[in-house]
């Protein structure tokens, strides 16, 4: 009878433990994506990896930072609330907005520009996680 017992007892452990193998494979599984993902990722910001796609607001901030340096003149004031957002392609984004800058003459230049950016991943508000795909100045 005690044998009995014993079998049954050694059934049931070695049941429990192949379920706390599973459990441990499934949390080494997990954590080995996240850590992956971070580093794929550059690692500037942590939120950003679980964010997904950038918002319209993310995209324009940085279409400024592209344009910034092509214009003629000082004092640039982009429209914040003039802009168009448009999406082509997965992770390619057109952005259609004006800028006024003064010109050296002391004259109000306004440049309309399309932008086309495609996010590579990585922090939505960085520069660095975009690709200049053109640039069209009027």
Same mark, same amino acid.
Request: avoid cysteine; aromatic fraction near 10%.
């Given at each position: 009878?005690? !044998?009995?017992?014993?079998? +049954?007892?050694?059934?049931?452990?070695?049941?429990?433990?192949?379920?706390? =193998?599973?459990?441990?494979?499934?949390?080494? +599984?997990?954590?080995?994506?996240?850590?992956?993902?971070?580093?794929?990722?550059?690692?500037? !910001?942590?939120?950003?990896?679980?964010?997904?796609?950038?918002?319209?607001? !993310?995209?324009?901030?940085?279409?400024?930072?592209? +344009?910034?340096?092509?214009?003629?003149?000082?004092?640039?004031?982009?429209?914040?609330?003039?802009?168009?957002?448009?999406?082509?392609?997965?992770? +390619?984004?057109?952005?259609?907005? =004006?800028?006024?800058?003064?010109?050296?003459?002391? !004259?109000?230049?306004?440049?309309?520009?399309?932008?086309?950016?495609?996010?590579?991943?990585?922090?939505?508000?960085?520069?660095?996680?975009?690709?200049?795909?053109?640039?069209?100045?009027?």
């Amino acid at each position: 009878m005690e !044998d009995k017992n014993y079998l +049954v007892q050694k059934k049931k452990k070695k049941k429990s433990a192949l379920k706390a =193998v599973w459990v441990i494979l499934l949390l080494a +599984v997990i954590f080995i994506v996240v850590v992956a993902k971070f580093a794929l990722s550059g690692g500037d !910001d942590v939120t950003a990896i679980f964010s997904g796609m950038p918002s319209s607001d !993310d995209v324009y901030a940085v279409s400024k930072q592209f +344009v910034l340096p092509t214009l003629k003149g000082s004092g640039a004031k982009f429209s914040d609330d003039g802009y168009q957002f448009g999406k082509k392609q997965d992770s +390619v984004f057109v952005i259609r907005s =004006v800028v006024e800058t003064t010109l050296n003459s002391g !004259d109000m230049q306004k440049t309309n520009y399309e932008i086309m950016l495609r996010y590579k991943g990585g922090a939505a508000n960085n520069q660095n996680s975009y690709e200049l795909l053109n640039l069209n100045e009027e």
